[in-house]
């Protein structure tokens, strides 16, 4: 891949025609009442476009579409390998337009471009693909009935689907939605983040020159309390599928009720254990993940792993690795190749970021490293990583997801208060355990109440496995073919034989 240098994009930047209007029903347009919302660069700290503030007007308009086209069928009764082939040529049409969705990412979001070329970007490309390649792949079943009845179990697309999505991975995330949803056969509603619509904005004329009828895919840019509201509370709507935080997720749940029961699943925030065994494999390895699984993306990740459990005899020896991996991570401008941390995602969250550390050193932990130090926190947003040592799990810093590059240390001495550290808590994303122990890592497994666990490794995977999880981190779960089933209803067909 090329990655380029800082002129290229700076220029590439100056350059770029930012597509700032809501698509409904196959066109770009104003929004209803013609308001339009800042968007800025956190990086430059600017203005970068202003986009159309999509309302409830803008929604209803959307949604009709949606219904008009589900029922008709252009899309959602059309074969198997029709949507197939057109989900492909939307994703071609995307890798055509790779670095141009990469640098709408990074200037909207502050992250590496390194990282949206590398990752974002052909996240979100796979996971189109491969919902495109599998939808001509999935069988209905027939029930073992008696002879004298046959019973037909198939799933259709349940119909409107409503996708809410946040800005810290702004096109992959829209993407793990899209991809079943539309493979499906549904019609759907791309709500992204207020902070990170343009990406969602710019994909959807790709989506029609892809091939994709009107109204089988609108992008309605706003904020949570307009077009958002107006969504989960919309009763022509049958799915809300969500990615945010946990307090949205819970008003999402009471607006379905207060509604038409619309189907809600939610993936929401996480406080992930991380736990290293003195039996550690590979010392150095666990320190490069641990450091990569709180400090990528500024932090801003659902399933960071926050919280580092270090067994006590390899605490002095693990940090000390561990502070010389946290050091490769040099906030920079987020435009030059060679960053690796960018800016957090705006000035307000990198407060409520220093607000955090600032509770930890009220709580009584140890800053082992402090990020503030960074020369480049006089600009505003940037943030360096950030160390924790000394912390008690009844912390705020160890509890509250902190959603920046704040890590918090606690050590243990035994395998049951391992799990025990790692299991107190609302949330249950992710874990990893570090162990040569195969006995060890299978008890530990089954016991973690996450949904995903890593052992030996943090946040490894790809579109074949369910990524979602347990207690107040949500309800089902996006990729993998599990993911078809938030999206799909089961019928069953029973037919009497004569
Ligand atoms: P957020 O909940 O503030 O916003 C998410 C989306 O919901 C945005 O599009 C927002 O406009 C919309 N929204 C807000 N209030 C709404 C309302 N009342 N009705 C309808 N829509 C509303 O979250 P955020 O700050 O954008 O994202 C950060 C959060 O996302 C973190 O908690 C993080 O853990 C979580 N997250 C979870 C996963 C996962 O897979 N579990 C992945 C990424 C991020």
């Known amino acids: 891949m090329d990655f380029h240098d800082l002129q290229y994009w700076q220029q590439r930047a100056r350059a770029l025609e930012i597509e700032n209007r809501l698509f409904i029903n196959g066109r770009y347009q104003q929004a209803a009442d013609g308001a339009q919302f800042a968007v800025e660069d956190p990086a430059g700290q600017r203005e970068l476009v202003r986009v159309a503030q999509g309302d409830e007007h803008d929604v209803n308009q ?40 990469a640098l709408l990412e ?23 693909r491969w919902y495109a390649e599998a939808i001509d792949k999935v ?27 946040p800005w810290n991975f702004p096109l992959l995330l829209a993407c793990w939605k899209l991809g079943p949803a539309l493979a ?51 009763p022509d709507v049958d799915v809300l599928t969500f990615t945010g935080s946990t307090r949205t997720a819970k008003q999402l749940l009471k607006d379905s009720g207060d509604s038409n029961m619309k189907r809600v699943w939610l993936e929401a925030g996480g406080k992930s254990a991380n736990i290293i065994f003195a039996d550690c494999p ?34 002095d020896e693990f940090l000390a690795i561990l502070h010389e991996q946290a050091q490769t991570f040099r906030p920079g401008n987020p435009l030059d190749p060679e960053t690796v941390m960018g800016t ?4 307000d969250h990198c407060e409520k970021v220093n607000e955090y550390i600032a509770a930890g050193l009220a709580e009584g932990a140890n800053l082992y490293l402090d990020g503030r130090d960074h020369p480049q926190g006089e600009h505003g947003s940037y943030l360096g990583p950030t160390i924790f040592t000394e912390v008690r799990n009844s912390m705020r810093i160890a509890r509250e997801e902190i959603f920046g590059p704040v890590l918090a240390v606690t050590t243990f001495t035994t395998e049951q208060e391992a799990l025990t550290l790692a299991n107190d808590s609302d949330y249950g994303l992710g874990a990893a355990i570090w162990t040569r122990d195969l006995s060890k890592a299978h008890r530990m497994s089954r016991r973690l109440k996450a949904g995903l666990v890593f052992v030996n490794n943090y946040n490894d995977g790809d579109m074949t496995v369910p990524f979602g999880g347990y207690k107040q ?21 029973w037919i009497s034989l004569e």
């Open 62 to 101: 959307a949604v009709s579409a949606a219904r008009e086209v589900f029922e008709r069928g252009d899309w959602s009764q059309s074969p198997p390998a029709k949507r197939k082939a057109t989900l492909m040529k939307l994703a071609d049409l995307m890798e055509q337009h790779h670095e141009e969705l």
């Open 106 to 128: 990074t200037l909207d979001t502050g992250k590496p471009i390194r990282h949206s070329l590398r990752d974002d970007i052909p996240g979100a490309i796979r996971s189109l």
């Open 139 to 165: 069988y209905g079943e027939i029930a073992p009935t008696a002879q004298d009845a046959l019973a037909l179990i198939e799933r259709e697309p349940v119909g409107v689907v409503a996708a809410i999505v």
């Open 184 to 234: 499906a056969g549904n019609s759907v509603i791309l709500k992204p983040s207020e902070k990170s619509p343009l990406t969602a904005l710019r994909i959807a004329g790709l989506a029609k020159e892809a091939g994709l009828p009107d109204g089988v895919l609108s992008v309605i840019a706003g904020f949570g309390q307009g077009a958002g509201q107006a969504l989960s509370r919309h």
């Open 282 to 315: 590979d010392l150095h390895k666990a320190a490069a993940n641990a450091a990569a699984g709180i400090f990528y993306n500024q932090g801003q990740v659902c399933i960071a792993g926050t919280r580092l459990l270090v067994e006590e005899s390899i605490k």
């Open 344 to 347: 957090l995602i705006d000035a």
């Open 473 to 493: 981190s949500g309800n089902g779960r996006d990729k993998s073919l599990h993911a078809m089933e938030k999206f799909t209803e089961l019928k069953t067909i």
